[in-house]
């Protein structure tokens, strides 16, 4: 046998890893070390079992030609040893090997390395609570809790659910209770909107706003204060500074830590973020590999490190360690930080950095909203997909793009586009020009893509100016606070109707068309917040009223495309 | 009233420069001619107009907020004057002015310019054969003859149809007449292969396939040598060298010509594939801009001259050069040269260059044929996605990907993504790593892209060699040509008995998880070609016969999942 490589780890960095290092090294002796029973899942698969959208667990641990990914399989099919159960107690650096445990016999004994892989993936971050530890609070941190979720709905058990943290699983969890099962959900976040850092507030309220209406409670800036059990000591009631609801099962997805501990007991460099590697992805010690959720890793557009726990990533990962043992020079240089995720009958997606986050980062940073139509919009299967461009007025380039469209792949043909763009420095005009592929069942002749970037364009070369949509709907919300401001309202007189009467003389409509001959009857005192769908319209009046020198104008971007689907409580009933 | 700007077209690029030139430049006195009475119209649609899917062609016409753009929309809401039906006879360059012509009263007179821009657009080729103009025989070249088409159809008069023109909008209409109108629909395509140049012969046949399938009609490699007409001069029938087809319909789509008359005739430099303009759009005349159909772009891969008829790039084109009529300085780079048609159930999808072109080209392209799917293996939506990338091996650059998946939004969330990395000169490593997201509802863990990229990259590295698709479909139909080689299928064994049983001491089955321990039951002097579902086992196990010296094998690229959707004859009787 060759060289002796362990991979501590088995699910998806340490498998992929090892898989392709014994292609390209067959002769090595490559041994899977993990402490569970259960390897090589698609984690990200588990709302999904939960839902009922997957029947049975072991379809997450199956191959796409269907054969379980287990020990044997392994062993057989891949020529990769498999020791689960096997829990790394300590790697002695010196030596060169890995002290392990057997979880069920207590056994102990010792694995000799030439190189080593370190794939320990990351834990769930439990809160400090009363009540964290009851029967009936669940992480999703393995297949096992999965499991233990799922039997609980199939008896029947669960009525009601409550989930802790409006992340990315915490909402695919709400989902999966509410929309198969029924179950009355609601969802806590610590933070004033879901899905935080990730994508910025509107699109976080559209997305609120969707959920909400498919039965699921979010309340947001609302910590959990304790989980209270019933006369069993089974939880029954989650606690936060403004309710008390009862549950039948509490899901805690309040984010997940890199799981470093072994890595930092053996003296390898480690940050809070995770293990410290190099762009081959070598920890402080060279015969040390670490790859997937346990690394820290570069972020492509600020430079800096940070923590990007994702499925997709750990196998990319995996490969270029695979490369690397195999002494294939390969590199992993970052990330841009890429996201999608379904919620009933929508999809929101985001790739690169938010506004706030490119603000918290030192960029001049602005953000292009718009509603374009995900395809021809004669074609019948049209819908809106609200879109924002974040980009730096100083360099003009694009910093990240975040999407709300229907549950199809449209935001998606969005996302990976804007990926692979933000990833080689674009700019808003490679943007503008970006080739996306057009048909009328797919897409609009000036792609969405594109568009958002004209709109960037716009306002970066000072043509477009944009009200905040926070300060319009503070002002909606009490206009007397702003004495100032009148919605110019372009749409059709019959969509402007109802508007016009709510909101009387703050509200005046012109038709898109007759502003031309009749921007006269605008008031010259007041500042003019221009209002259509989509903000197409409001720029091109904006742009005009400019020219005749009426430059105190705001466009409102997006439209009521965007405002429609952030759930306000003044829409004027029909 | 500011700088004179004439502008002669009226559909696509004409409109866009008119319209963001006078944004940019409000002062402007901006006029489009068109020759027609309908203007600015989204002529990609025509087929979905023809098929019913779009009921009204006033709906190609509309803006999505619902107003119908006529001179007098583009008058009033967008302050640009359009004088149609006026065609444009020539330009005078020294006069600075463009005569014209009413078509209706014949009434001439002189527009004068300070800046001119040409977007005449493309003219459809029609064959010289017999028949050509008879009645009952339409190109698409305009909105008219999409109405005279519908209003056929409409009146129950098309039974039977033919499309000469296997292209993009030749299939379209094929579709159109078949799917939803139910006509027995024949298309006609002189080149060996559907959507020649844009696609390799594998994808092109499993397209073709599939239209079949759908009762579409296909005959490649055949081109009409007559249309000929009943009593009344009614075409009735399209005669072929194989064939003579019955029809109630004729549609010519045997590709567009840049309209470049005009040009040619004021004495600026235009070459077969278009108006010459450098990458402002501006013609050998720098007062003369040009953009859309009519001129020739740079391919951005071979860094060649192309012609590029595509309404999304005109509309593109159209804003840069509004750009730069208002003295804004914007480029216009060149094409990758996306592509996206739905046809029926599918949808096919391409960017770049094709194999075959980019061997034509002189690169030393080689290509990984894949069938991944297009979502998690798990997740109940999935299907599979057969794609192709092309790849230089000598500079690891990606020249091309192709993808053929259900009719949803998948295939183009890759083709996207691979444009915006092949425009800015991605390599198979830049592929590899390209950062898709992943969640099981739209993508794997390792998503399609990368997974061609990683074939390809295996390929690069010469640790897979693929058996040519057509060399297996060769042996296939006549194996005493090839008597060294077996097939050696790595699927369960229930899948592997049909095969087994017809083609006997050809086919071999043993499963994938087997072989490493049943691997002397391989005969030595035969080239295996290895065979799975999707290719991935079959590399696999190339790999591992390698390392046991055995060498003389070839994996079937894309496995079944490719070859069970080209249609082929000789597949066994479930």
Redesign the interface.
């Known amino acids: 046998m060759g060289k002796k490589i362990v991979i501590i780890g088995g699910v998806?960095a340490g498998p992929k890893a090892a898989c392709h290092c014994k292609?390209?090294l067959?002769?090595a002796d490559i041994t899977i070390l993990d402490q569970d029973s259960l390897i090589s899942y698609?984690g990200?698969?588990i709302p999904?079992y939960v839902s009922g959208?997957?029947s049975d667990e072991e379809?997450?641990r199956?191959?796409?030609?269907?054969?379980t990914r287990d020990a044997t399989?392994f062993q057989?099919?891949?020529?990769v040893k498999v020791r689960t159960q096997t829990r790394a107690l300590a790697i002695d650096r010196q030596k060169k090997c890995v002290e392990v445990e057997n979880v069920v016999s207590g056994a102990r004994d010792s694995v000799p390395y030439d190189k080593l892989v370190i794939a320990t993936g990351s834990q769930p971050f439990v809160l400090p609570i009363p009540g964290a530890d009851l029967d009936g609070v669940y992480t999703i941190s393995d297949l096992h809790k999965a499991i233990a979720i799922k039997s609980r709905l199939a008896r029947g058990e669960v009525g009601r659910a409550v989930v802790i943290g409006g992340g990315?699983i915490g909402l695919?969890m709400a989902e999966a209770f509410a929309d198969l099962w029924g179950a009355e959900t609601s969802v806590i976040e610590f933070m004033p909107q879901v899905l935080p850092r990730i994508i910025d507030a509107p699109f976080a309220a559209m997305l609120q706003h969707h959920m909400q209406k498919h039965g699921v409670q979010i309340y947001t800036g609302e910590g959990a204060l304790s989980i209270e059990a019933d006369g069993n000591g089974k939880a029954c009631r989650v606690v936060t500074p403004k309710r008390t609801i009862d549950t039948d099962i509490v899901v805690m997805s309040a984010g997940v830590r890199p799981r470093t501990q072994l890595a930092k007991e053996a003296g390898l460099l480690v940050s809070p973020l995770g293990i410290v590697v190099n762009n081959r992805l070598q920890t402080s010690d060279p015969d040390i590999y670490a790859a997937g959720d346990c690394i820290e890793t570069t972020n492509l557009i600020t430079g800096k490190k940070f923590f990007a726990p994702?499925?997709?990533?750990?196998?990319?990962e995996g490969?270029?360690v695979g490369d690397n043992l195999a002494g294939i020079h390969?590199t992993?240089?970052g990330?841009?930080?890429?996201?999608?995720?379904?919620a009933f009958e929508s999809?929101i997606?985001a790739?690169g950095l938010s506004l706030e986050t490119a603000r918290a980062e030192g960029f001049e940073a602005d953000a292009s909203i718009s509603a374009p139509?995900?395809r021809?919009?004669?074609?019948?299967t049209e819908s809106k997909m609200p879109m924002q461009l974040v980009f730096d007025r100083k360099s003009r380039r694009v910093l990240g793009v975040q999407a709300f469209g229907a549950?199809?792949?449209?935001v998606?043909?969005?996302?990976?586009?804007?990926?692979?763009?933000i990833?080689?420095g674009?700019t808003i005009?490679d943007f503008?020009?970006?080739?996306?592929?057009?048909?009328?069942?797919?897409?609009t002749?000036?792609?969405a893509?594109?568009a958002a970037a004209?709109v960037a364009d716009n306002m970066a070369c000072g043509?477009q100016r944009n009200v905040a949509i926070q300060d319009f709907l503070d002002w909606i919300a009490a206009p007397s606070s702003r004495p100032d401001w009148l919605a110019l309202d372009l749409?059709?007189p019959k969509e402007v109707e109802p508007f016009a009467q709510k909101f009387a003389e703050l509200w005046l409509g012109i038709p898109?068309?007759?502003i031309?001959?009749r921007h006269n009857e605008l008031p010259g005192d007041k500042t003019l917040i221009i209002i259509?769908?989509?903000g197409t319209?409001s720029?091109?009046i904006q742009?005009?009223l400019?020219?005749l020198g009426r430059k105190n104008s705001l466009v409102l971007g997006g439209g009521f495309n965007v405002i429609s689907r952030l759930g306000v409580d003044w829409w004027p009933k029909k």
């Not at 057989?76 to 020529?79: E, L, M, P, V």
């Not at 994702?310 to 990319?316: C, F, Q, V």
């Not at 998606?412 to 763009?421: S, V």
């Open positions: 998806a292609r390209l067959p002769e698609g990200c698969g999904y959208d997957v379809e997450l199956k191959t796409s030609f269907h054969m399989f057989d099919a891949k020529g990315a695919e994702m499925g997709s990533l750990a196998n990319r490969r270029v390969s992993f240089n990330v841009v930080g890429s996201f999608v995720m379904k999809c997606g790739t139509s995900d021809a919009h004669f074609f019948p549950a199809n792949d449209a998606l043909a969005r996302i990976n586009a804007a990926a692979a763009l990833g080689k674009g005009d503008s020009l970006l080739e996306m592929a057009y048909a009328p069942p797919f897409a002749a000036i792609d893509l594109n004209n043509r749409r059709h898109y068309n007759e031309r001959r259509c769908d989509a319209r720029y091109e742009v005009f400019d020219s």
